[in-house]
């Protein structure tokens, strides 16, 4: 397992998943890996985190479950890659569907783009319930520009954590460091929220979360801004740099706003401000506030354009790194 190797797979896992994305024939018939962590995840919540334990019991729980699903995870990886090894060529191109399968690429695109095709065919309510498969937030309190808003920050944050952190944990750790990489973001979605349930449980996934998302978030905005200057110019390029170093800090995750100033920077529109998730209002103080305050359908695509302009940049990037280690 090696840099040379794991940039090569990369590469190649990139182009795959742009190409393919997540076929739903073949996740009808088979558990996404995703789902069989998740699955882990549960029987670990049921199981260390009911509700008659103290919140101190509850949080030493969840530090030695969270550790003891990255070990499984980090070592399931490592006995596939030594497995895919065993094959020469066939190997490498089974490492690369698996490496294929944790990137969200085209996924991602697809379910951003479905919301401007909801906003266009069915008015409001098809862009609200196109919206409400990809973000938390209630979609019955949003207009349409707050509907494309959330289809931009979702489409910037995940940018970051479904398709950039994945490609350096797989680069630099191989397929431990990716299976682990998911196993703690997967937790971090399910247990690491501030709930009452979870706040002591999930304490430690969220934390974890943020340490491992925390190189990512800052190259994606590297990404971002090269992304802009291919399709929209010098200055969106300038401006995604520009706001992302001003108000990247001013979101509740240490991470989320780094990516999502960028792109608010590379189009122009105010991002975040005050959202409703179950029928709490959260405060939060809006990004690129000099921006225009109306998003529409047409930011949306442009923001699939730069996210996917900006993927391919990545895919350039490992591959000029390769060969320079040849």
């Not at 030493?60 to 490592?78: D, E, H, Q, T």
């Not at 596939?80 to 294929?100: K, N, Q, R, T, Y």
């Not at 409001?124 to 808003?149: N, Q």
Request: glycine share 10%.
């Amino acid at each position: 397992m090696t840099l040379d190797h794991n940039l090569l797979v990369l590469v190649l896992a990139l182009l795959l998943d742009r190409i393919v994305g997540d076929p739903d024939a073949l996740w009808m018939r088979l558990p996404h890996p995703v789902v069989l962590f998740g699955n882990a995840i549960s029987r670990v919540d049921r199981m260390f985190n009911r509700a008659e334990l103290h919140k101190r019991d509850r949080r030493r729980n969840g530090v030695w479950s969270i550790a003891g699903l990255l070990f499984l995870s980090g070592v399931a990886g490592l006995v596939l890659h030594w497995f895919f090894s065993l094959f020469g060529l066939p190997g490498i191109l089974l490492e690369v569907i698996c490496v294929a399968v944790f990137m969200a690429q085209k996924s991602l695109a697809d379910h951003v783009e479905a919301v401007a095709a909801g906003l266009k065919s069915g008015g409001l309510g098809g862009g609200r319930l196109a919206v409400s498969r990809i973000v938390g937030r209630d979609p019955e309190t949003l207009d349409e520009p707050a509907v494309c808003r959330a289809a931009i920050e979702s489409l910037a944050e995940n940018f970051s954590d479904g398709v950039v952190a994945p490609a350096l944990w797989y680069a630099v750790f191989g397929l431990p460091g990716l299976f682990a990489y998911k196993m703690l973001n997967t937790a971090d979605s399910m247990i690491g929220h501030k709930s009452e349930r979870y706040a002591d449980f999930g304490w430690a996934a969220a934390r974890l979360d943020d340490f491992a998302n925390w190189p990512a978030a800052r190259f994606s905005i590297l990404l971002i801004a090269a992304g802009a200057w291919l399709r929209r110019g010098s200055t969106a390029c300038r401006e995604a740099l520009r706001i992302a170093a001003r108000d990247g800090g001013l979101h509740r995750s240490p991470n989320s706003g780094r990516p999502e100033a960028a792109m608010a920077g590379a189009l122009n529109v105010q991002l975040a401000g005050p959202r409703v998730y179950s029928g709490v209002v959260v405060m939060e103080p809006m990004i690129n506030g000099g921006g225009r305050d109306s998003a529409t359908v047409a930011d949306i695509e442009d923001g699939v354009s730069v996210f996917y302009a900006s993927c391919s940049i990545l895919a350039a990037a490992a591959l000029v790194l390769f060969l320079v280690l040849l």
